[in-house]
Nanobody, 117 residues
Framework: QVQLVESGGGLVQPGGSLRLSCAASGFTFSRYAMSWYRQAPGKERVLVAVISTFGGTTTYGDSVKGRFTIFRDNAKNTVTLQMNSLKPEDTAVYYC??????????WGKGTLVTVSS
């Protein structure tokens, strides 16, 4: 059974930091590209960051470049999103995604990040 479990969300003040983690199980983690997406209230889900199977390539959404870092640990089956210099517009539900092909696309249930003073 495939599971992606996000953790680390919460309330943080503008300018602060949070670290989100996603624990994966039920599939061969190292064969999947891993991503973080987010969905703000009333908006579509958008890509935040993606990391290739062995971490050699990372890509970020324009709005988070230079502030967020994605990394993975294939030995522990985890992917992490380090978020710095948070802004109110970063407020959203953050979702972990595992992509291994068209029919191999899995989602976590999400974790809420609220950036507010």
């Amino acid at each position: 059974q495939v599971q992606l479990v996000e953790s680390g969300g919460g309330l943080v003040q503008p300018g602060g930091s949070l670290r989100l983690s996603c624990a994966a199980s039920g599939f061969t983690f190292s064969r999947y590209a891993m991503s973080w997406y987010r969905q703000a209230p009333g908006k579509e889900r958008v890509l935040v960051a993606v990391i290739s199977t062995f971490g050699g390539t990372t890509t970020y959404g324009d709005s988070v470049k230079g502030r967020f870092t994605i990394f993975r640990d294939n030995a522990k089956n985890t992917v992490t999103l380090q978020m710095n210099s948070l802004k109110p517009e970063d407020t959203a539900v953050y979702y972990c995604n595992a992509f291994g092909g068209a029919a191999l696309n899995y989602w976590g249930k999400g974790t809420l990040v609220t950036v507010s003073s």
